[in-house]
């Protein structure tokens, strides 16, 4: 995959986004899911309890993707 500098950055992170979700859509979706976690809503980068915010987020969603449904004696 090749970004376009032409491109507005949305439409890069839509690439990136067909691209993620061919390699793991599970894991694709959980990072889209909770990536509007660290949109500041402006010019300002996202502060550390945001980042931990959507660390915590990522993991949680990780973890119970990695658990074996109920009644599963896997």
Do not use: Q, Y
Not at 33 to 48: E, F, M, Q, Y
């Amino acid at each position: 995959m090749k970004f376009e500098l032409n491109n507005s950055f949305d439409d890069n992170v839509a690439l990136f986004k067909a691209e993620a979700e061919k390699i793991d859509p599970e894991c694709a979706k959980i990072l889209f899911d909770n990536l509007g976690l660290l949109d500041t809503g402006g010019d300002a980068a996202p502060s550390r309890a945001t980042i931990g915010e959507f660390h915590k987020a990522v993991l949680t969603a990780l973890e119970t993707l990695a658990k074996p449904p109920e009644g599963d004696k896997s």
